[in-house]
């Protein structure tokens, strides 16, 4: 029999009550009995949900208060000294690493967290020191929530990340200088004593992810492997089924033969269904393959008829007890259950398939290849009818944009003129001084601007009475920058609620969800809006606040928006057209508004991609360069039809481009503002390296903080600046937008940033 499995289930709960619960503990409205008590309910409650849904292989560990990684970190105890020693009880030793931790005379920040490969979720990064050591902690997580499970009477499969994995994803402490994967050989000891408990508690198999597999590998990463998983093989041990997930394996099957004495592999074959084939050849004669075909990174609904065959491929070469049906990865990466969804249109709801209803699609996909289909024919013909009729909806295809598509030409990316003709009519036309100040966006968003929000989407205020509100807010936005004395104007986005939801709301081709919360670090989750179709913009969308704001200007205002990539990377895309035809189709929508923007008199434009980089493919070669060549021209589609004279900006949250430089320069962007203040400031050397022509606001102050810069940091900053860029390149600007500050230090810190362009004004 094919068995079914779920790699991992969303921790929050379907109303986000691990979010609620954890943020009371922190603020000391939560006991830590009742914070655990909550925690194990939803233990129980998803574990049900899967065994009622039919699961064979139902995983544990992999709930975790803040992040799995983390659990590791503290497990093995390879937590830095600062925060043992504080001698904070074990719970909250691990939210310190986690989230910082300020009272009763301890002061420790977090540890750093980084995005998890191309997901929007955050790990905690295991952080390590030189003479390292490790040790396991004594009731270890993986075992105590297997005897939970076990309790409830349900059989889990343990899920771990693997050793190769956490080292390779961690790195040397502050001040230190070991090389991570050097510490293998002590921490393997800890994983076979964990493995032996585990095995000791009734674990027949684990779920060992070794997500860096899918990854460009150092000689030195490859050649862990096999050494470290001949020692966890056994008798005492349960049986290992190694995960990868995000991409393929190919380019390190030299790796495989290593590993053949493991139980089975997990390959991810939503995201690559071609290693399908190779993968089989890889295999040694007993070994078992997990055939991830649910998406575990997205939402829509599996195409039942593709999964089952790829499944029967997989069964022709193995035969079927050596076969498991699987989501692609954890369930983590979608939100919890459709059902709570009352307001999506309900031809669109049907397309969808969220962690609850996933579940019961790899139950439905492993009956359908061991009993044959007629013994879930429902299921299939239900299925089938749903695919069938999104790909011939019309939500999913608009003949106008197609059209449209089919008529964008090369010449519709580039600029008029080049930079240097474009520059000297900017220039004259927008004025603009030696050290041009300006701002990134938003201003601070007051709890007044939330309030009138509230009320106008209740209701409870007419369309006119929100627009005077939000006109009052710009003009007061006005005037404080003419106090200030900046050079470009910003209206300040006292609109927006969110940089992608605010245009995805005005765009056709996107739904919102009420409940679709995924969880993106810690307590933090975020809601991302769907692409279901061909996207296409019916009415201008910012065109009327940044209007209203060039009339009561006296200076150039900047208009604002957010970046066909940003938009594409911050929703769920489509799964049935590539993301290069979504983002074009994106830019051609911001086009309009670009050149609508001009027309109403808004001179200088700003287009932010600060998920540019975050989209980059996770091995170099080709497949980034391809990302790279029409993410750029996705940007450039939606810049270029505006008249030399208009100024065009764009915006990034980093400022390493080491990696993809001649992207950045590609985009041909007037004025690039980059988030720079907290960086070595060598790193804007590359721009001088390249000779790079074109202008270049590199923050001068850190906006995630309330601190206030003073004059002189800020003229010793730029100063700094001053080594890699020319005077006429240099914009000064903050990192970026200011809407999480409070007035108060924002309007102290401009005031010190104009200052400081002034001083270098009157020197140059
Ligand atoms: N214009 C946006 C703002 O100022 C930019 C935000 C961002 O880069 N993440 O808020
Ligand atoms: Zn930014």
């Not at 659990?71 to 504080?86: G, L, T, V, W």
């Not at 349900?154 to 090389?179: C, E, H, M, N």
């Not at 050079?487 to 006292?494: F, I, L, N, S, W």
């Amino acid at each position: 029999m094919v068995q079914s499995s779920v790699l991992g289930f969303p921790r929050m709960g379907g109303n986000r009550e691990l979010k609620k619960a954890n943020e009371a503990y922190w603020a000391d409205k939560l006991s830590r009995e009742d914070l655990l008590k909550e925690a194990k309910r939803l233990r129980l409650e998803h574990w049900k949900i899967q065994k009622d849904a039919g699961v064979d292989v139902i995983p544990s560990n992999d709930f975790a208060f803040y992040d799995h990684i983390l659990d590791h970190i503290q497990m093995f105890n390879a937590i830095p000294e600062r925060y043992s020693k504080a001698s904070l009880d074990p719970l909250d030793e691990y939210f310190a690493m986690g989230r910082g931790h300020q009272k009763d005379g301890v002061d420790v920040p977090s540890l750093e967290m980084v995005k998890w490969f191309d997901s929007n979720y955050h790990y905690v990064k295991p952080t390590l020191q030189d003479g390292q050591t490790f040790k396991l902690a004594s009731d270890p997580k993986p075992v105590v929530e297997f005897l939970e499970a076990k309790e409830a009477g349900v059989i889990t499969r343990p899920v771990l990340i693997g050793p190769v994995s956490f080292l390779a994803l961690g790195k040397a402490d502050r001040d230190q200088s070991v090389d991570p994967i050097s510490l293998l050989d002590k921490l393997v000891p800890v994983y076979a004593e964990l493995l032996e408990k585990l095995k000791a508690a009734g674990a027949e198999t684990v779920q060992i992810d070794e997500p860096v597999l899918v990854l460009d590998l150092a000689p030195k990463i490859k050649d862990a492997f096999k050494p470290a998983y001949e020692k966890l093989v056994g008798d005492k041990f349960p049986k290992l089924l190694l995960a990868t997930y995000f991409g393929d394996i190919v380019h390190n099957f030299d790796v495989l033969p290593g590993l053949q004495s493991l139980y089975g592999v997990h390959i991810d074959l939503v995201r690559n269904p071609e290693q399908l084939e190779s993968v089989l050849g890889q295999l040694g004669p007993n070994q078992v393959l997990s055939a991830g075909v649910v998406d575990g990174r997205n939402i829509w609904k599996t195409n039942f008829k593709r999964a089952v065959e790829t499944v029967e491929t997989a069964i022709q070469k193995l035969s079927k007890d050596r076969v498991i049906v699987a989501t692609s990865s954890s369930l983590l990466h979608t939100p919890h259950s459709l059902d709570s969804e009352k307001k999506l249109p309900e031809e669109v709801k049907d397309w969808f398939s969220f962690a609850v209803q996933k579940t019961a699609e790899v139950v439905a996909i492993a009956k359908a290849v061991t009993d044959g289909p007629a013994s879930v024919r429902e299921a299939l013909e239900a299925n089938a009818k749903s695919i069938q009729a999104r790909a011939s909806s019309e939500r999913t295809n608009n003949k106008a944009v197609k059209d449209r598509q089919s008529k964008v030409t090369e010449a519709m990316h580039e600029r008029q003129s080049p930079f240097p003709e474009r520059y000297a009519q900017q220039k004259t036309h927008l004025s603009l001084p030696l050290f041009p100040t300006t701002t990134i966006g938003s201003f601070p968003q007051t709890k007044e601007i939330r309030v009138q929000r509230n009320k106008f989407t209740k209701g409870e205020i007419t369309a006119e009475q929100y627009e005077s509100f939000i006109n009052k807010e710009i003009d007061d936005n006005v005037k404080i920058q003419d106090e200030l004395g900046l050079d470009v104007y910003v209206h300040g986005e006292p609109e927006r609620n969110d940089m992608v939801q605010y245009f995805g709301e005005r765009l056709d081709g996107y739904v919102f969800t009420t409940n679709g919360w995924v969880q993106s670090y810690g307590s933090r989750c975020v809601r991302p809006p769907i692409i279901v179709g061909d996207v296409s913009r019916p009415a201008p969308m910012t065109v009327k606040e940044s209007k209203y704001a060039a009339s009561v200007s006296k200076k150039p205002m900047k208009g604002m928006l957010t970046g066909p990539i940003t938009c594409l990377r911050w929703s769920y895309p489509r799964d049935d057209v590539h993301q290069s035809v979504q983002a074009q189709q994106l830019a051609l929508a911001l086009r309009d508004e670009v050149v609508d923007l001009e027309a109403a008199g808004v001179y200088v434009i700003q287009v932010d991609e600060p998920a540019l980089r975050e989209g980059l493919p996770l091995r170099s070669g080709r497949e980034r360069e391809n990302y790279l060549a029409w993410a750029v021209n996705s940007f450039k589609l939606a810049c270029a039809g505006v008249k030399d004279s208009t100024q065009i900006h764009s915006h990034f949250c980093y400022s390493e481009f080491q990696d993809f430089f001649h992207a950045i320069a590609a985009l041909d962007a007037d004025v690039l503002s980059i988030e720079n203040s907290k960086s070595d400031a060598k790193l804007l050397k590359v721009f001088e390296d390249t000779a790079y022509p074109r202008h270049i606001g590199p923050g001068v102050y850190d906006i995630h903080s309330p601190r206030v810069p003073s004059e002189q940091e800020i003229k010793d900053r730029i100063a700094e600046m001053l080594k890699f860029l020319k005077p006429e390149q240099l914009w000064i600007n903050p990192d970026c937008g200011l809407k999480t500050r409070q007035w108060k230090e924002t309007k102290a810190a401009l005031a010190n940033l104009v200052n400081a362009a002034k001083f270098y004004r009157e020197k140059h």
